[in-house]
């Protein structure tokens, strides 16, 4: 069975784009909601995020500052998958939104949104939203 792309956005209220940007593409802005620890090879840009006594790693495959970062599992089989962030501010309130895009079975769909809303739940308490 192949994975199916989802996107789904979140509306961060008067988080600053600055501060979304080190949530999603720091080290210390990560290891707050995303994992238990994370660690980069600044050479290779890979990212090693720790779970318990798990880890996984990622490497960056496009950046654009302040606005989208595009992550690949390094264990993932199809090169073509990936896991993005997308900032977005709204026009009329000036509000920012997170937008996340991923990859998964079409059965797990619903486990893999649940897991997202829930790590971005944390985001939003560590940032005060």
Same mark, same amino acid.
């Given at each position: 069975?192949?994975?199916?792309?989802?996107?789904?956005?979140?509306?961060?209220?008067?988080?600053?784009?600055?501060?979304l940007w080190r949530m999603?593409?720091?080290?210390?802005?990560?290891?707050?909601?995303?994992? *238990? #620890?994370?660690?980069?090879? $600044?050479?290779?840009?890979?990212?090693?995020?720790?779970? &318990?006594?798990t880890n996984n790693e990622v490497q960056i495959i496009s950046k654009k500052p302040q606005s989208s970062i595009r992550y690949r599992w390094l264990d993932?089989? *199809? #090169?073509?998958?990936?896991? $993005?962030?997308?900032?977005?501010?709204?026009?009329?309130? &000036?509000a920012m939104t997170l937008e996340i895009t991923d990859f998964a079975e079409p059965d797990e769909k619903g486990d893999a949104i649940a897991l997202w809303e829930s790590q971005i739940d944390e985001m939003k308490r560590r940032l005060g939203i």
């Open positions: 069975m192949s994975k199916e792309k989802f996107h789904i956005e979140f509306l961060m209220g008067n988080a600053t784009q600055s501060s999603i593409s720091q080290i210390d802005g990560l290891s707050e909601w995303f994992a *238990d #620890e994370v660690s980069m090879d $600044e050479t290779e840009a890979i990212y090693t995020f720790i779970w &318990g006594k993932e089989e *199809d #090169e073509e998958l990936y896991f $993005e962030f997308l900032l977005h501010k709204l026009d009329l309130s &000036g």
